[in-house]
């Protein structure tokens, strides 16, 4: 394994609050989201209907989560000096950002696996095994647009905005994404904004493959234009903030 | 081996904006030499550092390390780094940050001997997060030594030590150079440059006001100061060989490069000169004479 994505994700791993917000908290919220809807269900076929949609949506609230607080510390690492430290050692700076993406990319795997077992086992969603698999792999490969916005945001705001955005971002994702209420729910100016938001169109994914279709191709063109446009304003603020101390 | 020099810097201008933080500041290292860049804050030691680093662009002139451009050094692991404000990562281990930067280096230096070279015995399994300032900028220098590199550059290396830790650096900074080390330190102590460095090269206003040995410069600069007691209303500037004067109530203290010839006019008007006092000049006065001049060049322009 290269030693810059071992350590980096060793750096992650011993963060308990990042485990307890990814993966933890999404968990609960599906048991608890599904007892309250679920239970107001009319029959079987629709206690199904609901659980399934609160575990995607807790799988993308997690997935988007794990991504953007896998990412967004870059800016802690800007603040301690450690990325101009890197910057005067041999390791290419492609790889640095190589391995920021693949790190945030990996982590984002527990909290979907777990959400997606805790709908199994414990809410009984049903689900066949190919559905299973396409449900955490296309959530998986969708998180790159929060990858990409937490780079971003890592790399623009500085240390004491960027705490504060690792959870803020995730909530305010979910909130006006329909991840919390769905948007069906929402009045029409909400749902219009909800529809602008990567969220909603991150877990759009998710709920085409439970309902066993394929992913819109709706969805795949706007998350891609999202990833493209964070990735784009992400290289830029990188070119324009320099590492070094201006001072002396 | 190479005859390239360590380090050749000719014409480096750097502007932040209106500001010129370096200008047209010329500087060649030989392989072996241990330099201090001495100057007081804002002199452009730090800038120069940071544009032979590569962590910024000059916007004008041209430097090589070691016959290489910056960038291209610093991937072939010709160079290590101390820098001002040096970081370290939270949530890792010191000998976690030491393993990752020792493997990105062609060739690693021995880790016992690394451990004992920078003086972080112990420090190893500790949290990062847990290291006093002392012990963060040993760490540092570890970090600048993982690889062995032939040229050393260390921005403040001493600034948040205290007075024991300070002596102690100095003497692994002298055994560095003693290994074959070309050791490039930014200082604005005084006292570190002429404990350190074979040469000395005093930074002012962006430029290279002086370049010598400890010694030289001392001798180059200001050589005495006279005092003496005196009383308002004589006319000390006029005096032959004075090159400034300041008075601290009825105490006068000139500095001069020629004593002898100062005290002769002082001597020959018959004044009496009660607490006559005749002193060397420190590398201080040295350097201060240096850098005011240059500050109102600077000024002026």
């Known amino acids: ?248 | 081996m190479t005859s390239a020099p360590a380090l050749d810097i000719s014409g480096l201008t750097v502007r932040y904006g209106e500001t010129v933080a370096v200008d047209g500041l010329d500087l060649t290292v030989p392989a072996g030499q241990t330099v201090a860049l001495l100057g007081p804050n804002g002199a452009g030691k730090s800038t120069t550092v940071n544009a032979v680093l590569g962590l910024l662009r000059p916007d004008a002139g041209r430097i090589q390390v070691l016959g290489r451009t910056p960038l291209d050094a610093i991937r072939a692991g010709s160079v290590g780094a101390m820098l001002q404000h040096g970081g370290l990562p939270s949530e890792a281990r010191v000998g976690e940050v030491i393993d990752l930067v020792r493997r990105s280096f062609p060739t690693a230096w021995p880790l016992d001997d690394l451990v004992a070279t920078a003086g972080i015995e112990g420090l190893l399994a500790r949290p990062v997060d847990a290291l006093s300032g002392g012990q963060r900028q040993r760490v540092l220098l570890a970090l600048a030594l993982a690889g062995e590199p032939p040229l050393l550059l260390l921005d403040e290396p001493t600034s948040a030590m205290d007075v024991e830790g300070r002596r102690a650096f100095w003497t692994t900074m002298r055994g560095l150079a003693g290994r074959g080390h070309t050791v490039v330190f930014a200082t604005h102590h005084l006292e570190e440059a002429d404990a350190v460095a074979d040469r000395v090269v005093v930074v002012a206003g962006g430029r290279v006001v002086a370049d010598g040995s400890a010694a030289q410069l001392k001798a180059g600069g200001a050589t005495r100061r006279i005092s003496f007691t005196a009383g308002p209303g004589q006319d000390l500037d006029a005096l032959p060989a004075v090159r400034s004067s300041s008075r601290q109530g009825s105490t006068v203290t000139l500095t001069t490069a020629d004593a002898e010839a100062t005290l002769r006019a002082l001597l020959a008007d018959g004044t009496p000169l009660p607490d006559l006092e005749v002193r060397g000049a420190s590398l201080e006065d040295a350097v201060l004479t240096l850098t005011s001049s240059a500050t109102t060049i600077g000024a002026r322009s």
């Not at chain 1, 909130?175 to 990567?198: C, K, Y």
């Open chain 1, 1 to 248: 394994m290269n030693p810059l994505f071992a350590f980096q994700l060793r750096r992650v791993a011993r963060n308990r609050q990042y485990l307890v917000f990814t993966v933890v908290l999404p968990a609960l919220f599906t048991i608890f989201f599904t007892k309250i809807f679920g239970g107001m269900a009319s029959g079987p076929g629709e206690y199904q209907r609901q659980a399934a949609l609160y575990m995607v949506s807790m799988m993308a609230y997690g997935g988007l989560g794990a991504a953007l607080g896998a990412t967004i510390r870059i800016s802690f690492d800007r603040a301690s000096g450690w990325l101009r430290q890197l910057r005067v050692t041999p390791v290419p700076q492609t790889q640095v950002l190589a391995v920021d993406v693949a790190v945030g990319a990996l982590l984002t795997l527990p909290s979907l696996v777990v959400v997606a077992l805790v709908g199994r086992f414990v809410n009984d969603v049903q689900l066949g095994l190919g559905q299973w698999l396409a449900l955490v792999g296309v959530l998986w490969a969708g998180a790159i647009t929060f990858v990409a916005l937490g780079i971003l945001l890592g790399l623009a705001l500085d240390e004491k905005a960027a705490g504060g955005a690792m959870g803020f971002v995730g909530v305010v994702l979910a909130t006006l994404g329909g991840l919390w209420a769905p948007v069906e729910v929402f009045p029409d100016s909400l749902r219009t904004l909800a529809h602008a938001m990567p969220s909603y169109w991150y877990a759009e994914l998710g709920r085409d493959v439970a309902a066993g279709a394929v992913p819109s191709g709706t969805a795949v063109v706007v998350l891609a234009g999202f990833t493209a446009a964070f990735a784009l304003l992400a290289v830029a603020v990188a070119r324009h903030r320099p590492l070094h101390a201006v001072a002396g």
